[in-house]
């Protein structure tokens, strides 16, 4: 059993797991285009706080942020290491050959949850959730809860 967090703003928790937002993000993500559906989840609640920093200018922008933690069962989960991805797959913006890799993953259906190493945290890692395949429904996902930051971040 994985347990994976995630960490979005209040406005978009009652659809924090349907993929909209990283279908819809005009340049797409790192591991998915525009228009795949994708969630993506960190193997730990410190790295996914990381992953959306890095996105805003400080911390501050993150008071509107709540979390949600999920388990997935192993089996449903398949794996990349650094040595499976491209040698540009850590480039900003993100490079069309990761986002190749999230999409074709997509498609082919071979799994509900693609693991990748994080860029932000190197040996940690993210999870990709697949939200339109068949074993998604197995994931238990607990939240929302509100992200408590300490003042000294903020």
Same mark, same amino acid.
């Given at each position: 059993m994985q347990t994976v967090w995630r960490i979005v703003r209040l406005q978009h928790a009652a659809s924090a797991f349907s993929g909209d937002g990283a279908r819809r993000a005009k340049f797409g993500g790192?591991?998915?285009s525009h228009?795949?559906?994708l969630v993506y989840t960190s193997d730990t609640a410190a790295l996914a706080l990381l992953e959306v920093r890095v996105h805003v200018v400080s911390f501050r922008g993150m008071r509107d942020r709540v979390f949600f933690e999920a388990d997935i069962d192993d089996d449903i989960i398949e794996y990349l290491s650094e040595t499976d991805l491209p040698a540009d797959w850590r480039d900003?913006?993100?490079s069309r050959s990761t986002q190749r890799i999230g999409d074709e993953? =997509?498609?082919s259906g071979r799994s509900a949850v693609l693991c =990748?190493?994080?860029v932000v945290v190197p040996g940690h890692f993210n999870f990709l959730l697949n939200p339109s395949h068949p074993?998604?429904?197995r994931i238990v996902i607990r939240?929302?809860?509100a992200v408590n930051f300490d003042p000294r971040l903020i």
């Amino acid at each position: 059993m994985q347990t994976v967090w995630r960490i979005v703003r209040l406005q978009h928790a009652a659809s924090a797991f349907s993929g909209d937002g990283a279908r819809r993000a005009k340049f797409g993500g790192r591991f998915n285009s525009h228009g795949t559906a994708l969630v993506y989840t960190s193997d730990t609640a410190a790295l996914a706080l990381l992953e959306v920093r890095v996105h805003v200018v400080s911390f501050r922008g993150m008071r509107d942020r709540v979390f949600f933690e999920a388990d997935i069962d192993d089996d449903i989960i398949e794996y990349l290491s650094e040595t499976d991805l491209p040698a540009d797959w850590r480039d900003l913006p993100a490079s069309r050959s990761t986002q190749r890799i999230g999409d074709e993953w =997509v498609a082919s259906g071979r799994s509900a949850v693609l693991c =990748v190493p994080s860029v932000v945290v190197p040996g940690h890692f993210n999870f990709l959730l697949n939200p339109s395949h068949p074993d998604y429904s197995r994931i238990v996902i607990r939240g929302p809860h509100a992200v408590n930051f300490d003042p000294r971040l903020i």
